[in-house]
């Protein structure tokens, strides 16, 4: 299975996050139509403002289903530009939501891997203005995922994403989200919670299914 990036977006401003406990926020992304450098620090021109909650390797890019957001249009009843989640990969082809967990992804000359999901926050919703965002966000399903870089590279607009290899655990991107976000299925979180390959905050909230899921600013 391969997929190809429809669109590279990095951050087009700061913007006032009015309400939040951020400041700023770098949710503003749009698309860019030269190649890019992406190291583990992210792509180039690109930047994250809160970088105590997303400031990891883990989450040097995110990355974000055209497909998905086709299924949001419909939803919404407005068009959604590349970018407007706040993604750095809007793709095509590639099954982002079931992708598992450390799978690798060949792009350009870079090689990413699948890490984590991403949280919806009250950054996120006012950035949508769209009435309970957040929880229409979560029961959807549809939360696209952080990669970190395994190999620094670069990447563009139209470059093939190649599956490079996929671990057997089978734990997927929306498994550890349904877990995160509070979901109790007792298999789901057994399965989660033996994954090494899984970030440990979430594999925590697996073994301890009563904690309250905490999503941070973006």
Not at 174 to 202: H, Q
């Amino acid at each position: 299975m391969s997929g190809r990036i429809d669109s590279l977006n990095v951050v087009h401003a700061e913007i006032p996050d009015v309400g939040g406990s951020v400041g700023v926020t770098a949710i503003d992304k749009r698309p860019v139509t030269d190649r890019r450098g992406v190291t583990p620090a992210g792509v180039a021109g690109d930047h994250r403002s809160d970088m105590k909650d997303h400031g990891s390797e883990d989450q040097a890019v995110y990355a974000y289903a055209s497909e998905d957001y086709a299924w949001w249009c419909r939803q919404l009843g407005r068009e959604l530009p590349a970018g407007v989640f706040g993604e750095n990969l809007t793709t095509s082809g590639i099954d982002v939501t079931h992708a598992v967990i450390g799978a690798t992804w060949r792009m350009g000359t870079a090689l990413l891997q699948v890490s984590a999901p991403r949280i919806p926050c009250g950054t996120f919703q006012r950035w949508m203005a769209e009435e309970r965002w957040v929880k229409r966000f979560t029961d959807a399903g549809r939360p696209g995922t952080y990669l970190r870089v395994l190999e620094a590279g670069e990447l563009a607009r139209g470059d093939a994403i190649e599956i490079v290899s996929v671990p057997g655990h089978g734990v997927t991107v929306l498994d550890c989200f349904r877990v995160y976000t509070g979901d109790r299925d007792a298999e789901r979180l057994r399965r989660v919670a033996a994954c090494e390959m899984v970030d440990a905050g979430t594999r925590e909230k697996a073994r301890r299914p009563g904690q309250a899921a905490r999503p941070g600013p973006v």
